[in-house]
C-alpha cells in the first residue's frame, strides 16, 4: 500500500488510491473475525495514505438472519 500510494504521490495525475478489506465480517473458511484486526488494518491503510477504505462483507454475513420456516 505504501508503495502504491507513494508512486501516486510522484504521479502528475494524482490518482485516487482505494483499499478494501474483504470478508471483513467473517470467513466462510477461516471463520469469525476479529473487528479489532480489521480496524487495525484500516488504520495502517490509512496511515500508508490511502484516500479510501472499503470494508466489505463479502460473503454476506451482515444481513439478518433468516429463520427456517
Do not use: F, Q, W
Request: charged share 25%; hydrophobic share 50%; proline share 3%.
Amino acid at each position: 500500500m505504501k508503495r502504491m500510494c507513494d508512486l501516486r504521490d510522484a504521479s502528475a495525475h494524482k490518482p485516487i488510491v482505494n483499499a478494501a478489506i474483504s470478508m471483513a465480517l467473517g470467513c466462510s473458511i477461516a471463520g469469525a473475525v476479529d473487528p479489532k484486526e480489521v480496524v487495525r488494518l484500516v488504520e495502517k491503510c490509512l496511515e500508508a495514505g490511502a484516500d479510501v477504505v472499503a470494508i466489505a462483507d463479502t460473503v454476506g454475513y451482515a444481513g439478518r438472519r433468516r429463520s427456517a420456516i
